[in-house]
């Protein structure tokens, strides 16, 4: 199995094409709403992955499992060809539900087997404290709201 180098969750990515270096922004090791219910638009789960020379031209399946408070994992699954001895798995979310506070697990799969975990701890927000820049989390008028658009992609 390759060896997991790093697994982290982060508001944003840049990606410079010409180099393939990676700069994250804001790790979200903590989230602080104004109120409930609330929305994460978007977030980057980012791994990367070495395999050995025994493991070169071989399928692997790297899946995420994302629970947030309250409701029910969502799964992303990834299908990777090991064709160099490093690769990075970037996988794009959006529309992430928080109703109330706890913690957003999310769980790094390869081909079934558990290899890294990363927790999110969501506050509640104390009052005249506002620790999160507004434009991070979208507060829908309407409870039912939430939770219909949890999407992922690649």
């Known amino acids: 199995m390759p060896r997991l180098e790093y697994f982290l969750v982060a508001n944003s990515l840049a990606n410079d094409s010409g180099t393939n270096r990676l700069s994250v922004f804001d790790i979200l ?12 638009p978007n ?4 791994s990367q992955w070495n395999f050995g020379e025994e493991e070169k031209d071989l399928d692997f399946q790297f899946s ?3 629970t947030p408070p309250k409701f029910p994992t969502h799964t992303v699954t990834h299908n990777v060809t090991a064709q160099k001895r490093k ?7 959006s529309g992430v539900p928080l109703v109330e ?8 799969f390869c081909n079934g087997q558990m290899a890294g975990t990363f ?17 991070m989390l979208i507060y829908p008028e309407k409870a039912e709201m939430v939770g219909k658009g949890f999407i992922a992609s690649l």
């Open 29 to 40: 090791d903590q989230i602080w709403p104004q109120k409930f219910p609330a929305i994460l």
């Open 43 to 46: 977030a980057a789960l980012i």
């Open 64 to 66: 995420v499992k994302v």
């Open 87 to 93: 690769h990075r798995v970037i996988t794009a979310i």
């Open 101 to 108: 506070a706890g913690r957003i697990m999310f769980e790094l």
């Open 119 to 135: 927790e999110t701890e969501v506050h509640e927000n104390e009052a005249g404290r506002n620790r999160q820049p507004d434009l």
